[in-house]
């Protein structure tokens, strides 16, 4: 079984950064694509980014694009989500997933609270 684990949440003033991490363990690990989701309250999940984990192309919803950052050391089985100009719409539950397409996720963290607030 794979298991992802997500780091780095926090709170945040508006126009701050933060950098969130997501490592993966357990057998062995391949996914054809990693993203990150959100959940804001009252909302539903909703796509934020993903990477192509071979070839590191990258795919950021409108929302997030210019401000946002993907990327992945497959060394370490672990993707990063840079987050820079965080505005308080974006306060949600980050979670990180990992599947077989860019459809199709099987694995997902526990999520980790990012909260943009003054």
């Known amino acids: 079984q794979v298991q992802l684990v997500e780091s780095g949440g926090g709170l945040v003033q508006p126009g701050g950064s933060l950098r969130l991490s997501c490592t993966a363990s357990g057998r062995t690990f391949n996914p054809y694509s990693m993203a990150w989701f959100r959940q804001a309250p009252g909302k539903e999940r909703e796509f934020v980014s993903r990477i192509i984990r071979s070839s590191g192309s990258t795919y950021h919803a409108n929302s997030v694009k210019g401000r946002f950052t993907i990327s992945r050391d497959n060394a370490k089985n672990t993707v990063y989500l840079q987050m820079n100009s965080l505005k308080p719409e974006d306060t949600a539950v980050y979670y990180c997933?990992?599947?077989?397409?860019?459809?199709?996720?099987?694995?997902w963290g526990q999520g980790t609270q990012v909260t943009v607030s003054s």
């Open positions: 997933a990992a599947g077989r397409s860019v459809q199709v996720y099987d694995y």
